[in-house]
């Protein structure tokens, strides 16, 4: 089976607030590709919140990933990897993780005017002390051992 080295695009989607939140499934799963939710975030905002990690990820080759990789949501990782998915004008991953971030910054604008911006891309889930109080017990008549057994 071939492989194929790919970054998440946190800037192919932004949330309201401007929070840069695009995630690609991995096909056949509900996992995200090179993101995580962040379960205090979301309890915090009442929206799925994602953080990204910045690594490369290795995932299975299929035309469900080479339309990602061709509509931006996943940044191709090789200039092999880009020929694999018809991108003649390989574009080396910071270079075009800047790009996709000035493409949704201007779109912002466009949207939203001129002083609008684009959020810094999270990249650590929230500590769980800050999840809202109301949270943080759901289903109070269970316990957890945290000792090794």
């Given at each position: 089976?071939?492989?194929?080295?790919?970054?998440?695009?946190?800037?192919?989607?932004?949330?309201?607030?401007?929070?840069?939140?695009?995630?690609?499934?991995?096909?056949?799963?509900?996992?995200?590709?090179?993101?995580?939710?962040?379960?205090?975030?979301?309890?915090?905002?009442?929206?799925?919140?994602?953080?990204?990690?910045?690594?490369?990820?290795?995932?299975?080759?299929?035309?469900e990933i080479?339309?990602?990789?061709?509509?931006?949501?996943?940044?191709?990782?090789?200039?092999?990897?880009?020929?694999?998915?018809?991108?003649?004008?390989?574009?080396?991953?910071?270079?075009q993780l800047?790009?996709?971030?000035?493409?949704?910054?201007?779109?912002?604008?466009?949207?939203?005017?001129?002083?609008?911006?684009?959020?810094?891309?999270?990249?650590?889930?929230?500590?769980?002390?800050?999840?809202?109080?109301?949270?943080?017990s759901l289903?109070?008549?269970?316990?957890?051992?945290?000792?090794?057994?």
């Open positions: 089976m071939r492989k194929v080295d790919v970054y998440a695009n946190p800037y192919s989607a932004l949330d309201a607030d401007g929070v840069p939140q695009g995630v690609v499934e991995m096909p056949g799963t509900r996992n995200a590709i090179g993101a995580f939710i962040d379960h205090v975030a979301t309890a915090k905002t009442g929206k799925v919140r994602y953080y990204f990690t910045g690594e490369k990820v290795t995932v299975p080759w299929s035309a080479a339309r990602a990789i061709n509509e931006g949501g996943i940044i191709v990782a090789t200039e092999e990897h880009a020929r694999m998915a018809g991108i003649a004008n390989y574009v080396e991953p910071l270079k800047e790009n996709e971030k000035a493409k949704a910054l201007a779109l912002r604008k466009a949207q939203l005017g001129e002083s609008a911006q684009v959020a810094a891309v999270p990249t650590e889930a929230l500590p769980l002390d800050q999840m809202p109080t109301r949270q943080r289903a109070p008549n269970i316990s957890f051992r945290t000792e090794e057994h």
